[in-house]
């Protein structure tokens, strides 16, 4: 007798679970961390692992009969250390903030100093907000960028200098530009600093080859697996031979149990894809799609900070147009389009909404959309930044953003 299915068995879940599938496929997420994993990455992520536990590492673990889990961490760590070139994997995190917390663990002690980016123009929380265990745990200062939404080196720099922190962080979650990760090298050695770039956002790129990649360079690299890298939603660490065993620990057992086999499989699965040729055209497509939402939005009148992109991202500048971030991210929403109100460099309104809209290319460029299509959203964006209370042109909206949708499926 086969066991119910999902529908059957819990008619609730399984109707919001296809409630979803349709708002995936009736919206345009132009979220720039979101992305659709592939078929096969869903199937490692939905498989029989999930009943495994394994805490500890292939070889070592505190569970009997791990065989068959061993030889799929073993594959996924090759397989990632191989697509990045790096000494050293870990790919037990659960996410990118544990991954963060992990090698925080692993590499500082409590009250330890720590540069990293602002998050007022850019930076994760888990670089040191006070909410987060980062900033309780550590005393973290911050560098920002200039005028032009540049990551201010001059800055870094000299606060290096002037603090000599244990670690500088490079990589955020605002930034539409490459990474400078050998100028941040040079400025960790003179400051005799560890240097840890996270890379969650342009990871996809590093693995196509289309962006300097920072693990044969720092001492430690994080990424999340879902986002560019288009995996399952997980973290990983990357790093040198020499910080292998403090990183493990800092995993488990510093801030990890039992790991997610089944989706340490699906990252395994997403590094293999990540290897082809096919998704560097991929991460090609990604960046040019993104420049051509960038030029189109400027011709309507929307410039972007630092006035053009190297990545999937864009980040409006809304501060002449007289309109809130969040205004217009709540009215695009209604129209089926999604996105992020953000802050922008110099934001006169941090406190009260912000003036920026973070829009990226990943998803939708996964669905196969191209310059034309990017040319039309650009269209729907300006209209709604003109007029976001106007609910008739949002109705309006919806429904040519549902065609659109449906002419470009996500993957099945
Ligand atoms: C730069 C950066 N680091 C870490 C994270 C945290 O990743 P997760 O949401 O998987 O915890 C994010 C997520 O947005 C991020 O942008």
């Known amino acids: 007798m086969t066991a119910p299915s999902l529908a059957d068995s819990d008619p609730e879940v399984a109707g919001l679970v296809e409630a979803e599938r349709l708002r995936q496929a009736r919206t345009i997420s132009l979220v720039a961390s979101e992305n659709f994993a592939s078929r096969a990455v869903r199937e490692a992520a939905g498989s029989v692992l999930t009943n495994k536990y394994a805490q500890g590492y292939p070889g070592a673990r505190h569970y009997p009969d791990c065989g068959a889990v061993d030889a799929v961490e073993e594959a996924a760590r090759t397989r990632a250390r191989s697509l990045f070139r790096a000494d050293h994997a870990n790919v037990q995190p659960s996410s990118g903030a544990l991954a963060n917390v992990a090698v925080y663990q692993a590499l500082l002690r409590p009250g330890e100093s720590v540069l990293a980016m602002d998050p007022a123009v850019g930076g994760h929380e888990t670089h040191g907000d006070p909410h987060h265990a980062s900033g309780k745990y550590h005393r973290f200062s911050f560098y920002g960028v200039d005028a032009s939404g540049r990551i201010n080196l001059a800055e870094v720099r000299r606060r ?33 600093s560890l240097l840890m770039v996270d890379m969650a956002h342009f990871a996809g790129f590093v693995a196509a080859g289309l962006h300097e990649n920072p693990c044969p360079v720092a001492d430690v690299v994080t990424s999340t697996t879902h986002k560019t ?9 990357l790093c040198r ?15 990890h149990g039992g790991p997610l086999m089944h989706i340490v ?30 030029e189109a939005l400027a011709s309507r009148g929307l410039p972007s900070v630092t006035g053009g992109t190297d990545t999937h991202m864009v980040v409006v ?7 809130r971030g969040d205004t217009v991210e709540a009215a695009l929403s209604r129209a089926g389009i999604l996105s992020n109100a953000c802050p922008v460099p110099g934001d006169p309104k941090p406190k009260d909404g912000t003036s920026g809209l973070r829009l990226g290319t990943p998803s939708v460029t996964t669905r196969g959309m191209g ?31 549902q065609e659109l949708a449906e002419a470009f499926p996500p993957p099945d």
């Open 229 to 237: 890298l288009r995996g399952p939603r997980g973290g990983l660490i």
């Open 371 to 401: 310059a034309e299509q990017m040319r039309r959203l650009a269209s729907f964006v300006a209209s709604v930044v003109e007029a976001p209370g106007d609910g008739a042109l949002l109705e309006r909206l919806r429904g040519e953003v």
């Open 317 to 323: 500048d809304l501060r002449t147009r007289g309109v």
């Open 160 to 192: 290096a200098r002037a603090v000599r922190p244990r670690m500088i962080i490079a990589g955020g979650c605002l930034y539409p530009r490459s990474t400078p990760v050998g100028e941040f090298v040079g400025i960790a050695r003179e400051a005799g």
């Open 241 to 255: 031979s020499a910080h292998a065993a403090a990183v493990d620990a800092g995993v488990f057992p510093g801030t």
């Open 265 to 294: 499989a699906a990252k395994a699965v997403a590094f293999a894809e990540a290897a082809t040729s096919v998704f560097c055209a991929y991460q090609e497509r990604v960046i040019a799609n993104a420049r051509a939402l960038c």
